[in-house]
């Protein structure tokens, strides 16, 4: 087994990958019900070492690269409150990309609905509204009457509608989510993660650009009621999204996110006391994450790693390539201690096929995430004829070499 290791120094590219790494799925169960709050004098763990916050939960993640930057009971299962409507809306995205639904479509609005409590975009009854309206009524007013309109039309009843949502938790691998509706109103053993919600706010991103710019609005209009997006970040044009939440069980919650020279990170915070301070929490950790993390490119898809040899092929060697862009976040000023170590059996026996994996390339170092990436052959590399087989041999077993 050939092993070599490289230094990347300072000079190391940045840029954007073409996709986020795969993430090993995590082991599927069901959610248990909230613990009590942890202090929230506890720190939050980082690459950095302990960071304090003033959210009982806390998870903050690249987008590109899926790395975790700040964690605090991130996979602690809580009460998710409104953030719960983006399950609601991805429902709804999804049937619109579906043609199952249009912009302009009027849905109607029942008695049940309209006496839904909470925060509201006051729907009227009897009466039926436009699916675009709606949508601004769950993402910027917040209404709980409008996830039921949704939720009504789409399944027949919100219990069905519920069914939906947890089957996309399954798809989206949200292993600690349950829901029991789709407002996020107190109901026992309804609960999500704040890695959870992290993750389904990255499907939203990633699967519905299209419709993603309805959370950065700032205020909605219906009814001639005006109101304003309730996260603090969208109204200081700080982030583009996604969603608030406040139950007394579960806190003042914010899940944001935003993008800055081509790297998105989002923040999932529960459990904080006041609206103010859950503003203040996120701009503070939102500015942290990215003055001190960096998304880094390692290596181009196709730039060689090193050259294997091969025996008995009809090239001597052949280039070892990643065959994607391998880019990881790393703090800041650790980025010149990143290791790269290139291992495969050598030497390759021919033939060899281009795109085969013939070998891993582990990426570790201080501060930075533990990687493996499978090597491939950049070239294929056929077998040497007969003849030349046989001379090769022979000079091999004469020589020694």
Excluded at 214 to 243: C, H, M, W
């Amino acid at each position: 087994m050939v092993s070599r290791r490289f230094l990347l120094l300072a000079s190391v590219a940045f840029g954007a990958a073409a996709g986020p790494l795969a993430a090993a799925p995590k082991p599927k169960h069901a959610a248990p019900a909230p613990p009590a709050p942890t202090p929230p004098t506890t720190p939050a763990t980082t690459p950095l070492g302990p960071v304090d916050t003033a959210a009982r939960w806390a998870f903050a993640t690249d987008y590109t690269t899926g790395a975790d930057l700040l964690d605090k009971d991130a996979d602690v299962a809580m009460v998710p409150s409104s953030m719960t409507k983006l399950m609601t809306i991805y429902i709804v995205y999804g049937m619109l990309k579906a043609g199952r639904l249009q912009l302009d479509q009027m849905l109607p609005v029942s008695e049940r609905a309209w006496r839904t409590g909470g925060s509201k975009m006051f729907v009227p009854y009897p009466g039926s509204v436009r699916v675009e309206d709606l949508i601004r009524g769950v993402v910027v007013d917040s209404g709980n009457d409008a996830c039921i309109v949704f939720a009504e039309a789409i399944a027949g009843s919100e219990e069905q509608f519920v069914d939906l949502m947890n089957q996309r938790a399954k798809d989206l691998g949200l292993t600690r989510s349950v829901f029991k509706n789709c407002t996020g109103l107190p109901d026992p053993g309804h609960v999500m993660s704040c890695r959870d919600i992290a993750t389904l706010a990255a499907a939203l991103i990633r699967n519905f650009p299209e419709y993603y710019h309805y959370d950065s609005e700032k205020t909605f209009k219906y009814n001639n009621i005006e109101q304003y997006n309730r996260n603090p970040l969208v109204q200081k044009g700080i982030a583009d999204g996604l969603k608030t939440g406040h139950t007394d069980a579960g806190g003042y919650g914010v899940v944001a996110s935003t993008e800055r020279a081509g790297r998105r990170v989002i923040l999932v915070l529960n459990g904080m006391e006041t609206s103010h301070q859950r503003g203040e929490e996120a701009e503070r950790l939102m500015e942290w994450a990215f003055r001190e993390f960096e998304d880094v490119t390692l290596l181009a898809a196709n730039d060689p790693v090193d050259r294997a040899p091969v025996w008995l092929g009809a090239a001597p060697s052949v280039a070892l390539v990643t065959g994607r862009d391998v880019v990881v976040t790393m703090p800041r000023q650790w980025q010149n201690k990143a290791k790269l170590t290139a291992q495969y059996t050598a030497p390759l026996a021919a033939p060899v096929a281009k795109g085969a994996v013939v070998g891993k390339l582990t990426l570790s170092g201080q501060g930075v995430p533990a990687m493996e990436i499978p090597l491939h052959a950049a070239d294929d590399v056929p077998r040497l004829a007969l003849p030349n087989r046989a001379l090769a041999v022979l000079t091999h077993y004469l020589t020694g070499g």
